[in-house]
């Protein structure tokens, strides 16, 4: 057992709530999770669709011992948006800071600062650790090495890394679903709900590249960390973030359980990923300080 | 928030256009340090400590400001190089310090009192409870909005904070959200957070293919030329993609902005000072595009129309096609 945690890492795609609500109650019965994000972070437009959804989904899964985060946008902009984070922030839960927007209303209450927000060294970490870090899941693009850099300085939170899943590499303040279907953001109808694991992006040589989910940009490769726990706490690294897509979840939750229990090799967990349904190849640069598209593990 | 003259705010990526700003009517010029803790860390670019001072000495002679950005994020571990940017840039005079990084902010606030601090566009802050964090924590005076935000949001969010504004007018255009954009690391393994550079030179290949000109970035295929097609430079995300069966300019055309039609709407949105982008280009074009929004600002100023200002900004564009990017609505 190598004490890492695992959590799951709040949904970006635009799903319908009958969806959501399948997923975790899925995930409530049989992932080995013990850490789950729920809420809106890529699209403001989108929360009167999946707000009803969410007292039941929290309550399904606290009820079968998940932790249950509350996850706040990424780039909160109009009145509606900046409240919903306020009033996110309010929550005795653990609430997963995405953007600066958020810290005024929740510093002094304890919170997990997401992949959204810079930090990107010890200082700024030491910084909010004091406002009240508990859990700091950097940026995609620092390596692991930084990372351990960070953990090692800054004892009082743990840290977290973004091991599976198309990697959240841009936002924008204009949506490009809208854009592909001639459409505007303002008047977008939601062609985002038709990508449930955002849609693919090709270059002109047909090579598979980046997939957007409207204002949000991803690699089209999903990011696949298999590491040895051991690579894991040498760093400092006390948790593993998993993020949502539409492949069998609980067999990504149990493949990286396993991993982490020392049950599964780093290359068997790799294999076992490999061969469920999942919407780009293989990925891992990041973590070893190289571009993220790049694999480096199975050599 | 202020009623005053709007300042104009001029890129200097070496000393020689530092002077030709001045020269030709900044009422400010922003540089950098040569190294990694700016965000134009390009070759042949940027600023020593020497140089800087010098640039100070002669900016304030000519009744000009310097601001110096140490606007990248510090790296683990190697935090103290911003810091000394950041004392460097003080003992020189700077009259503002421009940052993006906490760890950056912090340590100018608490050492550097007198130096003005601004917070880069790279930081990202669009609602009045960021920029509001980023004031009461380390005494932020002026904030570079980030390129998202329309005219009319500019104006509330004018009501609702009490720092100054700044906001970009001309030059090379973010189709992302400034700061918060890994796709360069993604391809080639440098990013502007970590390494201030975007879809840098080395990693851009030109390949003659089949009677077309292929531009690729670290191996993926940014766009293709026909002959006779100018080409561009493989900046990620401008290129031409394919997704759901349609090949388009998915994230943004070939543009840069030009928001010079927008000067009065911004001053009538509170708007303090208008920035140039472009420390990588040389003086005779910061020269004339610094002549040009002179003029264009000094017509605003004294209620010139629309027509006039036209007048004055036409031929800025080289060329090449422009827009004025999320200050209308429509762009999103």
């Not at chain 1, 049989?30 to 403001?44: F, N, S, T, Y």
């Not at chain 2, 900016?59 to 310097?66: E, L, R, T, Y």
Request: glycine share 10%; with cysteine; proline share 6%.
């Amino acid at each position: 057992m190598s004490g890492i945690a695992l959590t799951l890492g709040p949904v970006f795609f635009h799903w319908s709530p009958d969806r959501l609500s399948d997923f975790y109650r899925r995930i409530a019965d049989e992932a080995p999770i013990d850490r789950v994000h729920v809420g809106e972070v890529v699209c403001g437009k989108r929360m009167p669709f999946s707000d009803p959804a969410w007292p039941e989904i929290i309550e399904r899964l606290e009820r079968a011992g998940k932790q249950v985060v509350l996850s706040t946008l990424a780039a909160p902009a109009t009145v509606r948006e900046r409240r919903s984070v306020e009033d996110l922030c309010t929550d005795e839960r653990l609430v997963e800071v995405n953007d600066v927007t958020a810290l005024p209303s929740r510093s002094g209450k304890p919170f997990v600062t997401g992949p959204f927000l810079n930090v990107y060294n010890e200082a700024s970490a030491q910084y909010l650790i004091e406002l009240g870090a508990q859990t700091i899941c950097p940026p995609v693009e620092l390596s692991l090495a930084a990372v351990g850099g960070m953990a090692g300085a800054c004892p009082g939170a743990e840290f977290e890394v973004f091991v599976f899943g198309r990697l959240p590499l841009a936002l924008s303040g204009r949506c490009y679903h809208a854009r592909i279907h001639g459409l505007h953001k303002d008047s977008c109808q939601f062609t985002c709900e038709k990508d449930p694991d955002g849609l693919a992006v090709e270059t002109l040589d047909d090579q598979p590249f980046l997939a957007v989910n409207g204002v949000q940009t991803l690699s089209n490769q999903m990011q696949a960390f298999c590491p040895a726990p051991t690579d894991l706490t040498s760093k400092g690294v006390g948790r593993i973030r998993l993020s949502p897509h539409t492949c069998d979840m609980v067999e990504v939750a149990k493949t990286y359980k396993s991993l982490l229990d020392g049950i599964e090799d780093p290359k068997g967990a790799r294999f076992v990923l490999s061969c469920l349904d999942l919407p780009g190849s293989l990925v891992d640069g990041y973590f070893h300080g190289k571009p993220g598209r790049r694999t480096l593990t199975e050599k | 928030m202020t009623s005053g003259r709007m300042e104009l705010v001029c890129p200097a990526g070496t000393p020689a256009t530092l002077r030709a700003a001045v020269q030709a009517g900044a009422d400010a010029v922003y540089c950098g340090f040569r190294d990694e803790t700016n965000a134009r860390n390009f070759p042949g670019l940027n600023f020593s400590a020497a140089e800087l001072a010098e640039g100070v000495r002669y900016a304030h002679d000519h009744g000009s400001k310097v601001m110096v950005a140490i606007n990248t994020f510090a790296r683990v571990n190697d935090v103290d190089l911003w810091k000394k940017a950041a004392d460097t840039a003080a003992e020189c005079g700077a009259n503002a310090i421009i940052a993006a990084d906490i760890a950056v902010l912090d340590h100018v606030a608490k050492n550097h009192g007198p130096t003005r601090l601004h917070l880069s566009v790279q930081a990202a802050a669009a609602t009045p409870e960021a920029i509001g964090f980023y004031a009461s924590r380390f005494g932020v005076r002026r904030v570079v909005l980030p390129r998202v935000l329309s005219v009319q949001e500019i104006t509330a969010l004018n009501r609702l904070i009490d720092v100054e504004t700044e906001a970009f007018v001309f030059g090379g255009l973010c189709v992302m959200i400034e700061g918060r954009c890994y796709l360069s690391s993604y391809a080639t393994g440098k990013s502007p957070n970590l390494n201030g550079v975007c879809s840098p030179p080395e990693m851009v290949t030109y390949d003659d293919e089949a009677n077309s000109t292929v531009a690729r970035l670290s191996g993926f295929t940014i766009d293709r030329y026909e002959p006779g097609e100018p080409v561009g430079y493989p900046t990620l995300c401008k290129g031409r993609f394919t997704a759901s069966g349609k090949t388009s300019y998915l994230f943004e055309d070939p543009v840069s902005l030009n928001a010079g039609g927008m000067i009065a709407g911004l001053k009538a949105a509170g708007v303090t000072a208008l920035k140039i982008e472009g420390r990588q280009r040389g003086r005779g074009y910061v020269t004339e595009v610094v002549r040009a929004f002179r003029k264009a600002v000094d017509a605003v100023e004294q209620g010139g129309d629309a027509i006039e200002i036209d007048r004055i900004l036409a031929g800025q564009s080289e060329g090449a096609r422009q827009t004025a990017g999320a200050y209308n609505k429509k762009w999103r």
